[in-house]
Nanobody
Framework: EDQLVETGGGSVQPGGSLRLSCEAT?????LAWFRQVPGNEREAVAS????????????AYADSVKGRFTVSLDNAKNTVTLQMDSLRAEDTGLYVC???????????????????WGRGTQVTVAS
């Protein structure tokens, strides 16, 4: 079975940093990170191309995290990391990674594009 396992969550103060990892048994064309909070719509925060084509490693970010979050790929380990800096209270949530195929040749920040999901790791940012 295809599986994704997230690690690295925890509790930090505002302005702090966390580094999350998503280890996959098998990568697809796209991997994305989402976060969810009870009562709120799931939000896509970042994506990365994980195929071996020319777009490998290309990333996209939600406006809310640009300049603070960085996604990177270690293809040999089938692992994607999410480095989160300058964390804010509103970054709190369950962070989930997911893999999926291309949509018209593009890795988009849309939940419906992704087929295999991890269980998530909790991030809490508070004083």
């Amino acid at each position: 079975e295809d599986q994704l396992v997230e690690t690295g969550g925890g509790s930090v103060q505002p302005g702090g940093s966390l580094r999350l990892s998503c280890e996959a048994t098998r990568l697809n064309y796209c991997l994305a990170w989402f976060r969810q909070v009870p009562g709120n719509e799931r939000e896509a925060v970042a994506s990365i191309y994980t195929d071996n084509g020319p777009k490998k490693g290309t990333t996209a970010y939600a406006d809310s995290v640009k300049g603070r979050f960085t996604v990177s790929l270690d293809n040999a380990k089938n692992t994607v990391t999410l480095q989160m800096d300058s964390l804010r209270a509103e970054d709190t949530g369950l962070y989930v990674c997911a893999t999926g195929g291309l949509y018209n040749g593009v890795c988009r920040l849309r939940s419906s594009q992704y087929r295999v999901w991890g269980r998530g790791t909790q991030v809490t940012v508070a004083s």
